[in-house]
């Protein structure tokens, strides 16, 4: 069976600066795949070549099997991809509703069809209205997401990239920014996704990283400087030295 995700031999290179450098990397379907390193490791960088918003310079990123290199984002959505941005995209002066219903439409298209079918149109609203529900939306649905908490909009980046419906989820710091309970429950609703979705996710909260990882891969100055179980990693010695200040 193909990888969710095969990501080959990428390099790209910002004027002198090789941002992420012949990194190789294999996603099972299902797993879930946490990338950690320090900042300006290269971690947003490799997500935006994931997703379609860059182009290596060498290498091929691979979707289920499909070489997506050139693809361009939106059309990578529509393949199942779907990712959520380290700095907020979010649409600050409409309703936690109206941004849900423009990411599900999303992989459709804003095409007047989407909209004239009552029974698909109903389907979205459907999954929406589950998704505010399961992630704790559901009664601040009419605010307009300029007012909710902080923390209330990290959760609608993700319920707004679960609604598109995606095989592969890409998240890039979910918990940035959050208290600790916060992250204690964004960490437990990622565990309840459904094993149909592949997820990737990068994060500095070690608690969040061993609690949702099956396997972790850590990128050092665009490079990949190791990958394995959970435990490997956390015995890993060159890990400490590099990630965690050498301590213990
Ligand atoms: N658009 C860009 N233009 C120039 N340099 C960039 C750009 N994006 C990222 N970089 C550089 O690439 C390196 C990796 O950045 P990034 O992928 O954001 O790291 P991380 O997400 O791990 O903190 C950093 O040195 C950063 O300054
Ligand atoms: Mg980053």
């Excluded at 459907?126 to 998704?131: I, P």
């Excluded at 190791?226 to 965690?244: K, N, T």
């Amino acid at each position: 069976m193909s990888a969710a995700l095969a990501i080959e031999g990428v390099t790209i290179s910002f004027g002198g600066v090789r941002a992420v450098r012949g990194v190789t990397l294999e996603i099972a379907a299902g797993e879930r795949r946490v990338i950690i390193g320090p900042n300006g490791a290269g971690k947003t960088t490799l997500f935006n070549l994931i997703a379609g918003q860059l182009r290596p310079d060498e290498g091929r990123v691979m979707l289920f099997g499909v070489d997506v290199t050139h693809h361009r984002a939106h059309k990578r959505v529509r393949a199942g991809l779907a990712r959520t941005f380290q700095i907020s995209r979010l649409f600050p002066s409409l309703t936690v509703a109206e941004n849900v219903s423009i990411a599900t439409h999303g992989p459709v298209g804003f095409s007047p069809a989407s909209f004239a079918s009552p029974a698909t149109a109903n389907d979205l609203n459907e999954r929406a209205r589950e998704l505010l529900e399961t992630w704790g939306l559901a009664g601040e649905r009419d605010e307009v997401v300029a007012n909710i908490a902080h923390g209330n909009q990290r959760l609608l980046e993700i319920v707004m990239a679960l609604a598109t419906n995606p095989r592969v989820l890409l998240l890039d710091e979910p918990t940035a920014g959050l208290s600790s309970g916060e992250r204690d429950l964004v960490s437990m609703r990622l565990r309840a996704l459904s094993r149909e979705l592949t997820v990737i996710l990068t994060d500095h909260d070690m608690d969040v990283v061993f609690d949702i990882a099956d396997q972790i891969a850590v990128l050092n100055e665009g490079e990949l400087a190791a990958q394995g179980s959970p435990a490997a990693i956390r015995a890993d010695r060159r890990v400490h030295e590099l990630y965690f200040g050498g301590d213990e």
